[in-house]
């Protein structure tokens, strides 16, 4: 089912990944491994080699483009054919999205402040307002498609007896609706972490006016 499909990458890419990063969880995490993990002393050595590649994938210029190319790239109907009938290549796709999303919405919802080395919150809102449209048009090119874009569902059979039209509808929505929402709930969230911080800015202000 092309619907079932796109529900499942709207919660490897975008819900999942969203509720993740704003639950902040590393410290946690870290905190819970053995002590034997924590201190092991490979771990200097791997992050100072993978540190160009994640910085290169956090760049807010790359961060997004990264985020919608691998959307549209997987429903280009060929590689969408492969993907759905080939095993290996599955799980190339559904590792890709839930890994994106982890690294896009930890860029996004980063509690560090700009002080402290995070992403200046504009930047932040500027990339979530630039995801929007892309993911818009490819929903509503699916939506509006009079053809089956995705016939690779004839082939490996429905678990429903629905309609080819209106399942790629459904899908084409989920593409469109739920994604185009979440970064309008980023926003928010974000304009939250700025009036936190200039409470706070306000806050200790007061306190050293205050004889």
């Known amino acids: 089912m092309f619907f079932t499909h796109r529900a499942q990458h709207l919660v490897l890419h975008h819900a999942g990944p969203f509720l993740i990063a704003l639950a902040a969880p590393l410290p946690v995490l870290t905190d819970g491994l053995p002590t034997r993990i924590r201190h092991f002393s490979g771990w200097r050595p791997v992050a100072r080699l993978l540190r160009p ?3 290169t994938l ?3 210029l790359i961060a997004p483009v990264l985020f919608v190319g691998l959307i549209y ?3 280009i109907p060929e590689v969408h054919f492969d993907a759905m009938l080939s095993t290996d290549l599955y ?3 559904n590792w890709s999205m839930a890994l994106d999303g982890l690294l896009f919405w930890w860029l996004i919802l980063d509690r560090r402040t700009p002080q ?3 992403l200046g919150y504009g930047k932040r809102i500027a990339i979530l307002l630039v995801v929007i449209p892309p ?5 509503a090119y699916i939506v509006f498609s009079r053809n089956v874009i995705f016939d690779v569902y004839e082939v490996c059979g429905r678990a429903w007896p629905l309609d080819p039209l209106t399942d790629q509808l459904l899908g084409g929505l989920l593409t469109w609706v739920p994604a185009t929402m979440m970064s309008a709930i980023g926003v928010l969230i974000i304009l939250s972490f700025l009036f936190r911080d200039a409470r706070k800015e306000d806050a200790a202000d007061v306190s050293h006016a205050t004889p």
């Open 116 to 118: 402290q080395g995070g």
């Open 135 to 139: 993911q818009i048009v490819l929903g």
């Open 91 to 93: 799980q190339v796709m």
């Open 53 to 55: 590649l994640y910085l």
């Open 73 to 75: 790239f997987w429903l």
């Open 58 to 60: 956090q760049h807010p």
